[in-house]
């Protein structure tokens, strides 16, 4: 490479295409003079010049936004095959990061692999980031030690703020008395609690979230479009956020006595895990049966605040990366539960079932939970559609499912294994619900004429021999499925129909 001419195109031209489509005129212009250069849906490779730009999506773009040059790279002789790119920032230069920090500011920031935040005087670290003209330069090192590239984008706050839309439901299931927009309740508990703690952003300036006039989600819906940005926020609360929502772990083990009395201390059943998802899940997971029972209500923040303020107040005194004042926690627990907060609820009509329900239930067994023919079933019987491996229920109807991984069409797929049909009052621990629920009797007619509540020997009238029998269950296999029946008081009050084992 040392036998080809540079093409020197300067810094102040390439980071004014930042945040630029790359159909723009202006792109293009560069483009052009910069050799041989390779674009494609992602990135736009410049080598002969020495840069490169990644192309996508800011951070918290909707789905239509136009994709735009998000990143600048700037490149060493010969790293990547490139040219080197010698136009860099005043101060900045090749070689390596101690020659590199002699002559420049210190950064706002340095990385290191596994341990997030570290001082700037840290070891082995992979990258440093400075403010440079309203620009993030951002210098990634090989072995900590020489400049591998430069990294230069606009700040988040030019292109919509980072994203911290989070979901504490994901994996939960709904029940069927879940309230509308029951899943947006943990994002907006959260902006509430910092909207009263730190007042609102300019972008929210006047809102009546900031006097409590209004719900956390009716702000949420209407001021944020149901997502959530740093923009959202009061802008000291960033960074904490950030490590808040994203999990960071401390790799060294320094908060593992700690973290399991905090993990005590909130419910948490994973003493590494201290996300805010957890957290909220901990946090009502004692007082109401689903968390998309959890109201929209500033009850709710009250009760969520104090674990959130202790969170906050460990990050800022030890970034979590050492053990905290466990007396924070403590206190936070406390404050918790001074709190009552009442379940919401959503109206469920009266059960039905008509007659074709639980054959058609029963023909689900084995088919995906993605097929529209199984939803339209689990539908018409009040059944959630489970996200993971899981027994489902619908309690008021007196029937449940049972979530498994099966290899449908050739590959592993989430489908129906098994399902259940129970007597009035009968009792069963569901943990799609995550809880002991107590059934209405299943209305409808039973597959092979058996009915809840008919003698045992009634049933064995009807299904012959069973292949086998035990104290308070007898069972049937044929075709690849099991059918089993429970008794209670020689009456038949459960009946499961299933893969055989």
């Not at 490779?45 to 735009?68: H, L, T």
């Not at 008395?177 to 972008?203: N, S, T």
């Not at 403590?330 to 074709?356: F, N, Q, S, W, Y």
Request: aromatic share 8%; proline share 7%; hydrophobic share 40%.
């Amino acid at each position: 490479m040392a036998d080809k001419k540079p093409i020197a195109i300067p810094y102040q031209t390439l980071v004014g295409l930042l945040g630029k489509q790359p159909t723009d005129p202006a792109v293009a212009k560069v483009i052009a003079k910069a050799g041989k250069v390779s674009v494609n849906k992602d990135f736009i490779v410049a080598k002969d010049a020495g840069f490169d730009f990644s192309v996508g999506q800011p951070e918290n773009a909707k789905r239509n936004d136009p994709r735009v040059l998000q990143t600048l790279f700037l490149f060493d002789e010969g790293v990547d095959k490139h040219r080197g790119y010698r136009d860099l920032p005043a101060g900045f230069r090749w070689g390596t990061r101690a020659e590199l920090l002699a002559g420049v500011p210190a950064p706002r920031q340095s990385w290191k692999l596994g341990k997030g935040k570290v001082p700037v005087h840290s070891s082995d670290v992979l990258h440093d980031t400075w403010t440079i003209d309203g620009l993030d330069v951002c210098v990634s090192y090989r072995g900590g030690t020489a400049i591998r590239h430069y990294n230069i984008s606009l700040p988040d706050e030019a292109t919509g703020g980072r994203d911290f839309s989070t979901h504490p439901l994901h994996f939960a299931t709904r029940p069927v008395d879940a309230p509308p927009g029951a899943e947006l309740v943990g994002m907006a508990l959260l902006v509430a609690w910092a909207a009263d703690r730190f007042g609102l952003p300019a972008k929210h300036a006047g809102s009546p979230l900031g006097k409590r006039a209004i719900s956390p989600r009716t702000f949420l819906v209407q001021a944020c479009g149901s997502r959530l940005s740093s923009l959202d926020l009061a802008p000291e609360l960033g960074d904490f956020v950030h490590e808040y929502l994203h999990h960071v772990v401390d790799d060294d083990g320094a908060r593992a006595a700690a973290d399991k009395q905090i993990a005590r201390l909130l419910g948490l059943a994973d003493p590494e895990r201290r996300s805010y998802n957890d957290d909220y899940l901990a946090t009502f997971a004692g007082v109401l049966d689903s968390p998309f029972h959890v109201p929209d209500s500033w009850a709710a923040v009250d009760r969520i605040a104090p674990v959130i303020d202790a969170r906050l107040a460990d990050f800022q005194a030890t970034g979590f990366a050492s053990a905290p004042d466990v007396a924070l926690y403590e206190k936070a627990a406390v404050l918790r539960d001074k709190v009552a907060i009442e379940p919401e609820r959503a109206g469920v009509a009266a059960p039905k079932a008509d007659d074709a329900l639980a054959d058609d239930l029963v023909a689900l067994i084995g088919k995906s939970l993605k097929d529209p023919e199984v939803k339209a079933v689990l539908a018409r019987a009040g059944l959630p559609v489970g996200k993971r491996i899981d027994q489902q229920a619908n309690p008021a109807l007196g029937v449940a499912y049972m979530g498994a991984k099966l290899e449908i069409a050739g590959k592993p797929q989430l489908g129906v294994d098994a399902v259940w049909f129970y007597a009035a009052k009968q009792r069963s621990y569901i943990r799609g619900i995550g809880a002991t629920v107590e059934f209405a009797g299943f209305p409808g007619k039973l597959p092979r004429g058996l009915v809840l509540g008919e003698p045992r020997a009634a049933v064995a009238n009807k299904l012959g021999k069973p292949s086998s029998t035990y104290e308070a269950t007898d069972s049937w296999r044929s075709k690849g499925i099991q059918l089993s029946c429970g008794f209670a008081g020689g009456k038949l009050v459960e009946l499961r129909i299933g893969r055989k084992d």
